[in-house]
């Protein structure tokens, strides 16, 4: 049962940057993709940013693109999300999910991976 912990959430001023971190118990092919999601109140969860692991492709919602990065650094077992230029409408809950493979391509409106975190609080003024 992978398990995943998000850290590095906080507040900040529009313009400003975090990096989120998401520990992970182990890498294997249950966790074939891993991603950020965010979830604002009275919104949809939505996609933010995906990694296939072994591969290293990334992809980015629009709406983050050029600002947001995803990395992973694999002798860690972390998933990071470096998040420049932020904005208040990037206020959200932000989670950490992995998936063995079936969901990965629905990544982006929020599909239901396998795995999650319990997620950590954004909030840009």
């Known amino acids: 049962h992978v398990q995943l912990v998000e850290s590095g959430g906080g507040s900040v001023q529009a313009g400003g940057s975090l990096r989120l971190s998401c520990a992970v118990s182990?890498?294997?092919?249950?966790?074939?993709?891993m991603g950020w999601f965010r979830q604002a109140p009275g919104k949809e969860r939505e996609g933010v940013a995906l990694?296939?692991?072994?591969?290293?492709?990334?992809y980015y919602a629009d709406s983050v693109k050029g600002r947001f990065t995803i990395s992973q650094d694999n002798a860690k077992r972390t998933l990071y999300l470096q998040m420049n230029s932020l904005k208040p409408e990037d206020t959200a809950m932000y989670y950490c999910?992995?998936?063995?493979?079936?969901?990965?391509?629905?990544?982006?409106?929020?599909?239901?991976?396998?795995?999650w975190g319990q997620g950590t609080q954004v909030t840009v003024s």
């Open positions: 999910a992995a998936d063995g493979g079936s969901r990965c391509a629905r990544w982006v409106t929020g599909a239901d991976f396998d795995y």
């Open positions: 990694v296939y692991i072994f591969s290293g492709t990334t």
């Open positions: 182990e890498l294997t092919y249950s966790t074939y993709c």
